[in-house]
Each structure stands twice: as structure tokens, then as C-alpha cells.
């Protein structure tokens, strides 16, 4: 069975400019989470989506926004690029959602993002 | 605060057993996971914890104790491919991960 799924593998904009990640869950998995992470560090959690509906936002300004469709797949989107931005962007996805869910989240192989 | 804090990097030798430690300032999370990351790869789940104690997977075994705030992440009989970035990581839904422990694996 296909793992996650991201596109594109590697992007390269400007400041200012706009992206969108896409996201294909593992079949069967109806949560979809994001996360940043930047070298050297750990993921950073940005959004989660279950069933279609946002269950948690990170720490992240406005320019960052998601949704997931019907299929349970996802897509994250950057508006008005920083030099910040930066960074590996992962998705994941689990069978479930919920504050006591301990279903492991499964992550794709990520989107580099490099702003220059 | 809700650090979570993990050595930067440990140095093992091949066959040798390495225990990374992870310390954690919060309560009330679901569970503690553990991940490997090999550089430039996505980060692969190894082992969990809900409940305090030792859980066992092949080479790798994952401890937890919540009372004193700490797990550990074991490597037995290390291979030169274990070589990577392991990342601890508390989960409320969601995961929220430290800054992951560099082990590298010399022959």
C-alpha cells in the first residue's frame, strides 16, 4: 500500500510569492496534520485536519492556511512568502483524531521549500 | 513552558547499545513517540508509550515515566544504518517533538 504522499519534492520561489503543498494520505486515514521543520530542529506542528475540519492550529501567522477535501486529501498553503519560510514541510496522516488518540502518525517523505 | 529536551548528539560504536534520553516539562499528554530520521528522508515512527515502562520492539525499546517527566529510547546491537536523527515527541492529537539527538554509529 502507498505510504503519504507529497508533491512537489522540491520548490523554489521568491518573497512575496504564493504555494501550495499538496498531501495524499495513507488509504483508509481520515486525519491530516503539517508540520515545519527547519535544520537542525524538530518538526513543528502547524495544522491538523480531520474529517474535512480544522481540529488544531499551531503557532503560525495568518499567511499560512489548509484545507482537506473530501478524499481526506490536503493541501497547505504560503501566501506572501519570507526568506523565513524556508524549510522541509511534512505531512502526516493517522486512522484517527482526538486529544487521546495515540494512533502514530505516518509522515511523507516532505516538500523543500527554499525561498530566495 | 513544554520543552522537551534531547542530547544534540551521541557516538556509538557498531554492535554497542546507546540510550537517548529525553526530558519533558508538560503533563497531560496521551502518549510519548519516538522517530527516526534519516537526513533528507521523513521521520519513521519506531515505538510509543501511554502507559509508565518499558516497551520492547526488536533492537529498539522505549521507557517512560511520567512522574519523573523523562523517557528514554534504546538501541541494542547498533548498525551502521542506524546512523540518523532520533526525535522524541509528546502527543496530544497532535505532536509536538523536540529537537532530535544525532546518533552516529562508528565501525
Known amino acids: 500500500d502507498a505510504g503519504v504522499t507529497q508533491s512537489p519534492t522540491h520548490l523554489i520561489k521568491t518573497r512575496g510569492q504564493q504555494v501550495t503543498l499538496r498531501c495524499s494520505p495513507i488509504s483508509g486515514h481520515k486525519s491530516v496534520s503539517w508540520y515545519q521543520q527547519v535544520l537542525g530542529q524538530g518538526p513543528q506542528f502547524i495544522f491538523q485536519?480531520?474529517?474535512?475540519?480544522?481540529?488544531g492550529r499551531g503557532n503560525f501567522p495568518d499567511r499560512f492556511s489548509a484545507r482537506q477535501f473530501p478524499n481526506y486529501s490536503s493541501e497547505l498553503n504560503v501566501n506572501a512568502l519570507l526568506l523565513g519560510d524556508s524549510a522541509l514541510y511534512l505531512c502526516?496522516?493517522?486512522?484517527?483524531?482526538?486529544?487521546?488518540?495515540?494512533?502514530?502518525?505516518?509522515f511523507g517523505d516532505g516538500t523543500r521549500l527554499s525561498i530566495l | 513552558g513544554q520543552n522537551i529536551d534531547q542530547p544534540t548528539e551521541m557516538t556509538a560504536t557498531e554492535g554497542a547499545i546507546v540510550q537517548i534520553n529525553c526530558t519533558y516539562q508538560?503533563?497531560?499528554?496521551?502518549?510519548l513517540f519516538w522517530y527516526q530520521q534519516h537526513a533528507g528522508e521523513a521521520p519513521t515512527f519506531l515505538s510509543y508509550n501511554v502507559l509508565d515502562g518499558l516497551e520492547e520492539k526488536g533492537r529498539f525499546s522505549s521507557f517512560l515515566s511520567r512522574s519523573k517527566g523523562y523517557s528514554y529510547l534504546l538501541l541494542k546491537e547498533l548498525q551502521m544504518k542506524d546512523s540518523a536523527s532520533y526525535l522524541c515527541a509528546v502527543s496530544w492529537g497532535k505532536l509536538q517533538f523536540g529537537a532530535g539527538t544525532q546518533v552516529v554509529v562508528t565501525p
Open positions: 508538560t503533563s497531560g499528554f496521551n502518549g
Open positions: 485536519y480531520y474529517e474535512k475540519e480544522e481540529r
Open positions: 502526516a496522516s493517522s486512522l484517527e483524531w482526538g486529544t487521546d488518540s495515540n494512533q502514530p502518525q505516518h
